[in-house]
C-alpha cells in the first residue's frame, strides 16, 4: 500500500470528497489541515506550488484537488 497524505482545510468540500472517497475503499490516509498547522501549510506550497486544497500525495505522486479517476488509478483501484 502507497503512503496517502492529505492536505485540507475544515471548510473545503472536495477535501471532504476525497476522505469519504479513501474511507469507501478502505484507503489508510495522514491528514494536515493548512487552516491551522503553518508548517504543514508551507510543506504543501514547497510540494504543490499553490495554496488550492486538498493536496493529494500517494506514494511519490502528487495531486491537487479531487479528480476520483487520477485519484483511483494513482492508488490501483
Known sequence: MK???IY????CHFCHMAKEFFKENN????????ASDLEKRKEMMEKSGQL???????GNELTVG??????AKMLGL
Open 3 to 5: 503512503d496517502v497524505t
Open 8 to 11: 485540507t482545510t475544515p471548510t
Open 27 to 34: 484507503i489508510t490516509y495522514t491528514e494536515h489541515n493548512v
Open 52 to 58: 488550492g486544497v486538498p493536496v493529494i500525495v500517494i
Open 66 to 71: 479531487f479528480d476520483k479517476p487520477k485519484i
